[in-house]
């Protein structure tokens, strides 16, 4: 009998959502495992896994739940994908270093329900084809807002130009645009450097097992969650 169930992965720096799909097939020997929410290559943190058919079919109740991340923004400079992945230009030419109040102030604003537009860089899907495919090719990327909710934002830390953030946000928010966003309120640019999911739902980060970590099938047993 083959395995199935939902288990929490701790997504390392450096791989994609998908290799972790991979590396799961290949050790279960079950081709049909997906994941709740994707991580970007430079992101870490948690990953809800279903495996199985019957548990892929249900991930869609992962997805919809809230989630909980630690970011890391740089001030001054801004980036084509909102990320350290992309182009770098430096947006703040006269080193404006806004102050904590303020920086704090306007992280506050973000609170709430909003319209946010999404990365031209994203799996955001136009007539079939991937958003960054299109940017990669230099095309014309023309992507709809959509309504979030930033429940709460905390400002962990800051020493300009970096600054920390924990941040709870409605699934289908992407944290880039928000650091770029702020960027443009603060009027010095910005982007996001580091980013660390530690909450899905009622899920943590702690309750999950490396990706390195996990190397026979046995390992999986002690992150393996109920789901009714």
């Not at 991979?22 to 020997?29: A, W």
């Not at 992962?62 to 990320?83: R, V």
């Not at 404006?96 to 920086?103: C, D, L, N, R, T």
């Not at 009027?187 to 580091?194: C, D, I």
Request: charge should be positive; glycine fraction near 8%; hydrophobic fraction near 35%.
């Amino acid at each position: 009998m083959q395995i199935s169930g939902f288990f929490l992965v701790d997504k390392p720096i450096g791989v994609t959502s998908h290799d972790v799909v991979d590396y799961l097939r290949k050790i279960t020997e079950v081709k049909k495992i997906g994941h709740a929410g994707t991580l970007d290559p430079l992101a870490s943190g948690l990953l809800i896994m279903a495996v199985g058919r019957e548990c892929t079919k249900k991930i869609d109740e992962f997805k919809n739940l809230d989630k909980e991340y630690l970011a890391t923004i740089k001030l001054g400079e801004i980036s084509t994908t909102y990320d350290a992945e992309g182009e770098i230009t430096i947006s703040n030419l006269n080193n404006k270093q806004p102050s904590a109040k303020e920086v704090k102030q306007t992280l506050d604003s973000f609170v709430g329900e909003q319209v946010q537009m999404p990365p031209v860089f994203s799996a955001k899907k136009i007539k079939g084809q991937p958003a960054y495919k299109l940017a990669r090719k230099k095309q014309k990327v023309e992507l709809k807002t959509q309504d979030i909710v930033i429940y709460d934002i905390e400002l962990l830390d800051y020493s300009y130009p970096n600054l920390k953030v924990r941040v709870k946000v409605s699934p289908g928010t992407y944290i880039r645009s928000l650091a770029h966003d702020l960027g443009q309120k603060l009027g010095v640019g910005a982007h996001l450097v580091g980013l660390i999911r530690t909450k899905i739902g009622d899920y943590n980060l702690e309750q999950a097992k490396n990706l390195k970590n996990i190397r026979v099938l046995s390992d999986l047993d002690d992150v393996k969650i109920e789901w009714s």
